[in-house]
């Protein structure tokens, strides 16, 4: 069974540091391009990170490039997304999502399988 686990959300305050974890289970996550979204409040969801497997599909929004990383671990079939330079509007829900497939597509849609999201609030 396919599974996708979120964690490390919390408060910080601008300017501020946060790691995400996605860990997988029931495939696999080496194999798999894996990406990142948020949504805020009254917003659409939207991508902010994706990672591929090596077909050059991946990408980083313009509005955290620079401030954003992700990665993966697949020795642990786990993928981060470290936040640095946090801002008030980077506050929203955070998933990782996955559609199975080696690459990474900005349409949510296209991915049939995510986490339960982990609340992200930057505030002073």
């Known amino acids: 069974q396919v599974q996708l686990v979120e964690s490390g959300g919390g408060l910080v305050q601008p300017g501020g540091s946060l790691r995400l974890s996605c860990a997988a289970s029931g495939f696999t996550l080496g194999h798999y391009a894996i990406a990142w979204f948020r949504q805020a409040p009254g917003k659409e969801r939207e991508g902010v990170s994706c990672i591929s497997v090596s077909d050059g599909s991946g990408y980083t929004a313009d509005s955290v490039k620079g401030r954003f990383t992700i990665s993966r671990d697949n020795a642990k079939n786990t993928v981060y997304l470290q936040m640095n330079s946090l801002k008030p509007e980077d506050t929203a829900v955070y998933y990782c999502?996955?559609?199975?497939?080696?690459?990474?597509?900005?349409?949510?849609?296209?991915?049939?399988?995510w986490g339960q999201g982990t609340q992200v609030t930057v505030s002073s």
């Open positions: 999502a996955t559609a199975l497939g080696t690459r990474c597509f900005w349409w949510d849609r296209q991915y049939g399988y």
